[in-house]
């Protein structure tokens, strides 16, 4: 570019100030006393950074060094947001454009300053504020909306559009168009909040959903006001949206969290409760009933302690799937601890009704829990303890329910399990009964109201005396007699068999220790071992341990164990059971038939003789096909080199048929009633 004439560039209304490559200044024209308040005199020769404001000066010097390199026509920064500095130290708003010439050989930039307006400066902040309040909003994910109720037009920011995922060239901007972009559940309560905010003058706010173009859904709050004119007519309404999706996923998860346990996937406590208060108050207003079941898985603890918490949760999960597929509409579905699921009824007319279909629903409940699960060494058999509690008969809130029905399980559970009981009050007095007998266990054994009677087990091909079983009996100081099949389940329910299998165990080896004294006769004493003793690692030492203590032989004792629960785990109590044999002791399996041994593991376990369960005696005499299942286990034991022993023996007529079979004893009434140790030295020494 050539330098026009100096005589020119002093016609011009815009600042001209010449910069050297240096950056001083070379020459200004005669507008800058005007513009900035000095003479030409006090500026050439001197640093352009001098008009520079001080903020600024580094930033200014990088960018002249870039325009003295290349060169070329520009505006600097869009023509705002720049300042010079005025002879009185203020700063002056200006724009500045730049372009370069040549001169004998020297490089010059040539800079024109003009003064902004007020209306370019009020554009200038006005357009600031603008982007300011975009970006805000973005950062926000607020939008703002204005809605000219009157022409049917809506302005939306830029963010707004974004949020309702629109583009302003396709969008038709009016109230329809606005109502169209909400989710079609949520479409009417926007229209309702809208309208009451039109002709009640309420506020308006409303969280809803929309549905983008792509498909997408988001969660908004949204909020406005009312303009009216003078006359109170809705001329306008102004509001603001903002985009909580993220906050509403958040909570939606946390809410999840909260309601839903975490393994298997299913409402846990707190949303059954929930949804028993839910359901208490629609069927206290519609007069209806429904029925809560407790359901509490049986065996389930086997797989926890033999295969770790890892599988017991898969196997729960995988259950809880199996349950949500399997109950019908109408009903709910809750963990709400350990093992223990909720399933709620859906409702019915009357507790007749409620009854007839919560039968029929739990016997089918049953059979679909029933399962096998096999492990390595281990087979456990899954079934179920279902207790009933019926609204409003049995409770009429959560915890009423919950507690009745949990009742009713537990009177399965402390009896044949795999079953259902439907709750009554006779339950809650004999829970509390058993809840007593529990805490007076430990209570008995060291005030010594536990002792051990003895029944005799007869040689049927001498009639001589061969050994006994001992039998526990526990005469409490208040409430009598208690029979071992109430007080036995409870022991092993509560964690205190152990004890009072140990208590049994010492009696047996003072009773062989005193019988020495007695007779010469040699005797065997059965005495009866839980699956919680023989699972605990120290039971052979102990066992060996008391037998020395009492200077007894092994082969005075015979331990019993029956025989559903010795195959659970069965490999490794096969291994427990070797060792105790190699010790010297015997092994009985208790109640042979009532189990479901198979003949592989028969041949597999340790043990000398098999105990014919006394319902099969009971019809011995009355039925071919029990008579004809005794002689197959007899001759079963034979092929497999065991004795049998028949127990629950009360008539002749059942010893000689047991006789004539080949069974080697027998243990009953008719022989001997279990007695005390005294009674049994006077009978039989």
């Known amino acids: 570019m050539q330098l026009p004439s100096k005589q020119l560039l002093n016609l011009i209304s815009d600042t001209v100030i010449i910069v050297n490559q240096q950056g001083d200044i070379h020459w200004v024209n005669d507008n800058i006393k005007e513009s900035l308040g000095y003479t030409a005199d006090e500026l050439v020769g001197t640093s352009i950074d001098n008009l520079v404001p001080k903020r600024t000066r580094n930033k200014h010097e990088s960018l002249r060094n870039s325009f003295t ?114 989710h079609s559940d949520d479409r009417q309560s926007v229209i309702d909040e809208i309208n009451d905010a039109l002709n009640f003058n309420k506020p308006y706010n409303i969280q809803h959903r929309v549905v983008k173009a792509s498909g997408e859904i988001a969660t908004v709050l949204e909020r406005g006001h009312i303009i009216r004119n003078e006359s109170g007519q ?27 346990d975490d ?12 949804e028993i208060d839910t359901r208490i108050e629609h069927a206290r207003s519609n007069k209806k009933t429904f029925a809560l079941l407790y359901i509490d898985l049986d065996n389930f603890k086997n797989i926890n302690d033999t295969q770790g918490h890892l599988v017991g949760d898969e196997f729960l999960h995988h259950l809880a799937q199996k349950l949500s597929s399997f109950i019908t509409e109408g009903m709910f579905l ?51 303890s279902i207790g009933v509690a019926f609204y409003p008969n049995h409770g009429t809130n959560f915890k009423s329910l919950l507690s009745a029905a949990d009742q009713a399980m537990y009177q399965v559970k402390n009896k044949q399990k795999n079953n259902y009981a439907i709750y009554h009050p ?23 109201q536990f002792t051990v009677h003895y029944q005799a087990k007869q040689n049927l091909k001498t009639n001589e005396l061969i050994g006994c079983e001992a039998l526990i009996r526990w005469q409490h100081p208040i409430m009598g007699n208690i029979p071992p099949l109430e007080f036995i389940s409870l022991a092993e329910n509560a964690g205190l068999i152990i ?67 010795l195959m659970e785990n069965i490999e490794a109590k096969i291994q427990t059971l070797k060792e105790l044999r190699a010790m010297g002791l015997s092994i009985s399996i208790d109640d042979f038939g009532t189990g479901y041994s198979s003949l592989s593991y028969l041949q597999k376990l340790p043990i000398d003789t098999l105990k014919i369960d006394k319902s099969f005696i009971d ?8 008579a004809w299942l005794v002689a197959s286990t007899i001759s079963l034991a034979l092929g497999l080199k065991l004795n049998t022993i028949a127990e629950g023996v009360e008539t002749q007529e059942q010893k000689s048929i047991l006789s004539s079979l080949g069974c080697n004893a027998i243990q009953g009434y008719f022989y001997s009633k279990p007695i005390e140790k005294n009674d049994f030295f006077l009978k039989f020494k």
Not at 530 to 550: A, G, R
Request: aromatic letters at 8%; one cysteine or more.
């Open 69 to 182: 390199k290349k060169p070329n026509k520009r505006t600097m920064n869009d023509g705002v947001g720049l300042s010079a500095i005025h002879k009185n130290h203020q700063e002056i708003p200006v724009s500045i454009e730049l372009n370069h010439f040549e001169e004998l050989g020297a490089k010059f930039t040539l800079c024109s300053l003009r003064l902004l307006t007020e209306k370019e400066l009020i554009t200038s902040t006005i357009q600031k504020l603008h982007e300011r309040l975009e970006y805000s909003q973005t950062l926000a994910h607020v939008g703002t909306w204005d809605w000219d109720i009157v022409n049917d037009t809506l302005v939306w920011t830029d963010e707004a559009y974004r949020i309702y995922g629109a583009k302003p060239q396709e969008f038709p901007a009016t109230y329809d168009a606005f109502i169209d972009t909400i």
């Open 234 to 260: 809705p001329t306008r309404m102004i509001g603001a949206v903002l985009d909580i999706t993220q906050l509403s996923d958040s909570k939606n998860k946390l809410k999840r969290l909260a309601h839903y």
């Open 263 to 274: 393994i298997t996937q299913v409402p846990n406590r707190v949303l059954c409760r929930e």
């Open 334 to 384: 809750a963990r709400i601890g350990g093992d223990e699921f909720v399933i709620i009824s859906d409702y019915c007319d009357d507790e007749s009704e409620t009854s007839h279909k919560c039968i029929d629903f739990c016997q089918k409940l049953n059979a679909f829990i029933t399962t096998k699960k096999s492990y390595e060494s281990l087979t456990v058999d899954i079934t179920a």
């Open 426 to 448: 006779n339950i809650e007095e004999k829970r509390l009964r058993e809840l007593q007998l529990i805490s007076d266990i430990a209570k008995g054994l060291e005030e010594d």
């Open 499 to 565: 004890p009072l299998g140990q208590f049994v165990l010492e009696q047996s080896c003072l009773f062989v220790k005193e019988w020495r004294i007695h007779s010469e006769k040699p005797i065997v004493v059965s005495v009866n071992v839980s699956v919680q003793q023989l699972n605990t690692i120290d039971f052979k030492n102990k066992v060996l341990e008391t037998i020395n203590h009492y200077g007894i032989s092994t082969n005075e004792i015979e331990l019993e164990i029956t025989e559903s629960m």
């Open 619 to 626: 019809l011995l005499t009355s039925s071919d096909d029990t």
